[in-house]
């Protein structure tokens, strides 16, 4: 076949659950004890680029199938200050056994969808992944759900055969990007909330957008520590279950997850806020009670919460919405009129305290195939 492109190039956003994902009735499919719904991010994202050199063969003098690797460099489109991420010899493994998972299940998944299932990328032929973030990686900014977001979109996107088909297809029918969403479930359970926007309910296989009646909001992470998380969320995921805590845990969360469906519908930002707060606070307590605890917390999230808690006594309907996720940085969501107000208040109150500031996004989404004159090794 004729190769129209080798360099794949896709962005995925990081996802900000305010009910969270803590828990899995199943480790290997990455299904949740709960149902989550979470707010897609615009610019804090993973770009990842799938480099595509034909026509490997295996030592068996056979093509290698399915051979995978990562090279740590940022791709050529990915803005100038994003950050290659550090993987250890196991999130390497991680990263290439679910490009190796898709690579397997995109034939299928690409003709069920009307898509040339022998494509160019199928088989033979090693794929090289490039990935950079837009934020610091492992301090509770979500970079899995981004990353694995986009390693799955751009593996597929490799997959296939003409990229124009792949991409029309992507962006019409919602229900190509929701299956690529299930198949990115498996490598991270979070980065199934990635592929649309801005707010997504996942429950059970499968995550899709749901309705809400906003204002235009701002997204400000106050970020206290950019050092890499101790305690990976798959840890995490089971050291919970070991809380007294835990019982109950499963209602609670579904509870909260209709309460928050409905006053985001309602445009009840007052009432998001409040269901925002005890979730991020139980879900960490999960983490301080556990069995073997554990905090993400540094000295500086105890202060700004303790910061936030007194506004929120002082007058509830002030509190803007705020979460935490696996790490010491707290976010910050409010209507976009109130993000520089809460930026000085922050500056003037906190020493140390850097702000990222971003809005609600709409997914995953492809950025470029283009073939280049001579595909060599890196
Ligand atoms: O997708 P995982 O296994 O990295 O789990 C992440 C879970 C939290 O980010 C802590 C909460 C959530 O719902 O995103």
């Known amino acids: 076949m004729r190769r129209i492109a080798?360099?794949?190039l896709v962005r995925a956003p990081s996802n900000i659950a305010l009910v969270k994902y803590m828990g899995k009735t199943d480790s290997v499919l990455n299904l949740p004890e709960n149902g989550s719904i979470s707010m897609t991010l615009e610019d804090l994202c993973t770009y990842a680029e799938i480099q595509v050199v034909p026509e490997i063969q295996g030592k068996d003098g056979k093509p290698a199938?399915?051979?995978?690797?990562?090279v740590p460099e940022a791709p050529a489109g990915a803005p100038p200050l994003s950050r290659v991420p550090r993987l250890d010899s196991a999130g390497l493994e991680k990263v290439i056994r679910h490009m190796e998972r898709v690579r397997g299940a995109a034939p299928d998944l690409l003709e069920s969808f009307g898509l040339d299932p022998g494509g160019l990328g199928s088989?033979?032929?090693?794929?090289?992944?490039r990935s950079a973030n837009t934020f610091p990686q492992s301090s509770g900014i979500a970079s899995s759900a981004s990353s694995f977001a986009a390693i799955t979109l751009a593996t597929a996107w490799a997959c296939g055969g003409d990229p124009e088909?792949?991409?029309?297809v992507y962006t019409k029918n919602p229900e190509f990007p929701r299956a690529l969403a299930e198949l990115s479930r498996r490598g991270s359970g979070s980065s199934c909330r990635s592929f649309e926007g801005p707010w997504?309910?996942?429950?059970?296989?499968?995550a899709r957008a749901i309705d809400a009646t906003l204002p235009p909001l701002r997204h400000l992470v106050l970020v206290v520590s950019e050092s890499?998380?101790?305690v990976s969320s798959s840890e995490a995921h089971l050291r919970i279950k070991g809380s007294p805590l835990w019982r109950g845990r499963v209602d609670r969360a579904e509870t909260r997850k209709r309460a928050l469906s409905e006053a985001l519908l309602q445009g009840d930002l007052r009432m998001v806020a409040k269901l925002a707060w005890s979730e991020a606070w139980e879900m960490h307590s999960l983490f301080h009670t556990a069995e073997k605890p554990f905090s993400y917390w540094e000295p500086a999230t105890l202060d700004l919460l303790q910061g936030f808690a007194g506004i929120f006594e002082a007058d509830e309907a002030e509190l803007p919405i705020l979460t935490l996720d696996a790490g010491p940085n707290i976010h910050l969501i409010c209507p976009a009129d109130q993000a520089e107000p809460w930026k000085s208040r922050i500056n003037a109150n906190f020493k140390g305290i850097s702000?990222?500031?971003?809005?609600?996004?709409i997914g995953a989404r492809l950025i470029s195939a283009v073939q280049e004159a001579q595909v060599g090794w890196p």
């Open 123 to 129: 088989g033979r032929d090693r794929f090289i992944l």
């Open 65 to 70: 199938i399915g051979f995978c690797s990562w």
């Open 6 to 8: 080798d360099r794949f």
């Open 200 to 206: 997504v309910a996942w429950e059970g296989g499968r």
């Open 355 to 361: 702000v990222l500031e971003d809005r609600p996004g």
């Open 165 to 168: 088909d792949f991409r029309k």
């Open 228 to 230: 890499t998380k101790r």
